[in-house]
């Protein structure tokens, strides 16, 4: 064969070789798909109360109002939980939660990445948890005296029963267990709240007390009571059993009925009070505004009272949105 038939011949092959007379025999593979920055996610934020990262079936506590991000965007959790984020680039995607949107010593699970584009009606769980020990998910013990026990409300129903009704309606499930002993102080509280604890085993311990430290401590200087002492002891105790504490402040008493409510009693609960938040800031604990529930004019205070210390319907009604408030508020809004 001649040289210059050789020469055609592999002038050919090389035109072939690079794209010429029909292209390659064996293309290299496609490059991924472009990012179409279309994807949405939706997800489910819920309680995982046994810590396994997983969505169970008697699982049924849900998070509204939690805030949820992918990068630089964010989905908010409604009243069922859900949340829903778009204009996500295809691929893996680390889901993280504003900690600050959680409520109260609620922490983030172990959170999920999700691949994009997800198949059609995918819902990711995403868990929370709650640092409760061994304790039983969603009990609340209300811990306190005769304002606690329900005195001067119909049927005895105090704040514990309204409040439980609005904890369900809110998070799906919960029970809310009434504790009070008429008369008792602050210091008998400590006395008795071992068995409290043993006996219900709560998640929570809202306590309600101090009404009645004032007819041992009204003669003293507010700093001199025993009261704050008593309520730091109660939060570190039930801390060491797993039970997580929110303090309400003490309520104010009916200015109507000045024989047994002189204007220095009120004086006194409120300057009481300033100790109670500062220590209850300082333990890292969740206060209840209970004292501001019943309003800044002590002249509107009176209707919400049954007689000189314990409140009616009414008043109780305001002692349990302190506390629901207290308890779902987003940590970044105390």
Not at 66 to 75: C, D, E, F, H, L
Not at 135 to 146: E, I, T
Not at 179 to 208: K, M, N, W
Request: proline letters at 8%; charged letters at 15%.
């Amino acid at each position: 064969m001649s040289q210059r038939v050789i020469a055609i011949i592999a002038a050919t092959f090389l035109a072939a070789s690079c794209g010429g007379g029909g292209g390659p025999s064996n293309p290299l593979p496609a490059g991924p798909a472009a990012s179409t920055g279309t994807n949405s996610l939706a997800g489910l934020v819920y309680y995982d109360q046994n810590g396994n990262g997983a969505l169970d079936a008697d699982e049924r506590v849900r998070l509204p109002g939690v805030r949820v991000a992918v990068g630089n965007q964010t989905g908010t959790t409604g009243a069922d939980g859900r949340f829903s984020i778009g204009s996500l680039p295809d691929g893996s995607q680390t889901l993280s939660i504003q900690v600050d949107s959680l409520p109260p010593y609620f922490q983030p699970g172990p959170l999920p990445t999700a691949t994009l584009p997800l198949a059609g009606g995918t819902v990711l769980p995403v868990p929370v948890s709650l640092p409760i020990a061994g304790n039983r998910p969603n009990k609340y013990l209300a811990f306190g005296d005769s304002i606690t026990e329900g005195t001067g409300s119909t049927r005895r129903q105090g704040w514990a029963t309204p409040l439980e009704e609005r904890l369900r309606a809110h998070w799906g499930e919960a029970e809310v267990i009434a504790d009070g002993v008429r008369g008792s102080r602050s210091v008998d509280g400590i006395e008795r709240l071992p068995a409290s604890l043993a006996q219900s085993r709560p998640a929570f311990i809202l306590v309600l007390y101090g009404a009645n430290d004032w007819n041992r401590c009204q003669s003293m200087a507010p700093e001199s009571c025993f009261t704050v002492s008593a309520l730091r002891d109660i939060i570190r105790s039930a801390r060491a059993a797993g039970t997580q504490a929110v303090v309400g402040s003490i309520i104010p008493a009916n200015p109507a009925d000045t024989d047994l409510v002189p204007p220095e009693r009120n004086r006194w609960i409120q300057l009481e009070n300033d100790l109670i938040r500062s220590m209850v800031q300082q333990e890292g604990a969740v206060l209840a505004e209970t004292w501001a529930a019943f309003g800044s004019d002590p002249s509107l205070w009176p209707p919400l009272f049954f007689d000189h210390v314990h409140p009616d319907d009414a008043g109780y009604a305001r002692i349990s949105d302190a506390f629901f408030q207290a308890i779902t508020r987003g940590r970044g809004s105390h």
